[in-house]
């Protein structure tokens, strides 16, 4: 009875061992098979964002070909008063046109544009599709309702830049100042008398007038 419990005693620790050298191998291989597990993750995720990163360089190269630049003889120089604050400043612009002989699928286009666009008359839109010429369908166009045309991928929408000239002081120095035409010419004031000048400077054309100055006195007068 003695040698038979010394017997247990014996091999008890012995069972023990084994039991624990088995669970440590199970240990070793999970903790091997969750290391290979994770090296495949981070290299699918690296894999997913240069996918990411080399569509979104695609859709700008196709953006950009779609956007068709004017030359920059077009360009006229800003002009201020003597503390140089704007008189006369060029902005760029964005404008959107349609090339109907590129439309693929006219009724999809106009639900895209009436989506972006629920106030433009579009019985009006048809009749310039049939014509197949090339028309403007919005000029100055807004940031956001730029990218939402581009995001449509409609080849047919084209996009041309534009330049145009505002005046911060609205008609404070309007019958100074003048006016340009269509085509980029002064036609009256300074647009004319210096539309040479402004053609070629690129940098502003200061002016001896002072807007403080100017809006007191037209104040008096109106008095």
């Given at each position: 009875m003695k040698d038979k419990d010394s017997r247990i005693i014996l091999e008890s620790p012995q069972d023990d061992f084994l039991y624990q050298k088995k669970k440590s191998n199970l240990n070793i291989t999970f903790n091997r098979i969750s290391f290979i597990f994770f090296v495949f993750f981070i290299i699918s995720l690296i894999?997913?964002?240069h996918l990411i990163h080399l569509g979104s360089r695609k859709a700008n190269i196709e953006l950009n070909k779609n956007i068709i630049s004017i030359p920059n003889e077009?360009?006229?120089?800003d002009i201020t008063d003597r503390n140089h604050r704007y008189l006369v400043k060029t902005i760029n612009s964005i404008d959107i046109g349609i090339s109907p002989s590129k439309i693929i699928?006219?009724?999809?286009?106009?639900?895209?544009?009436k989506y972006i666009f629920p106030n433009k008359n579009y019985n009006?839109?048809?009749?310039?599709?049939?014509?197949?010429?090339?028309?403007?369908?919005?000029k100055k166009i807004s940031e956001e309702n730029y990218n939402k045309l581009i995001q449509s991928g409609d080849?047919?929408?084209?996009?041309?830049d534009n330049l145009i000239r505002i005046y911060p002081q609205k008609n404070l120095f309007s019958h100074i100042?003048?006016?340009i035409d269509n085509d980029n010419n002064g036609i009256s004031g300074?647009?004319?008398s210096l539309d040479r000048k402004l053609k070629i400077n690129q940098e502003p054309i200061i002016l001896t007038v002072d807007k403080d100055v100017q809006y007191l006195i037209r104040d008096e007068l109106n008095e």
């Open positions: 894999y997913s964002i077009l360009y006229r120089a699928d006219e009724k999809k286009l106009l639900i895209n544009l009006e839109v048809k009749k310039k599709i049939k014509k197949g010429n090339f028309f403007y369908f919005e080849k047919s929408i084209e996009s041309r100042i003048g006016q300074l647009e004319k």
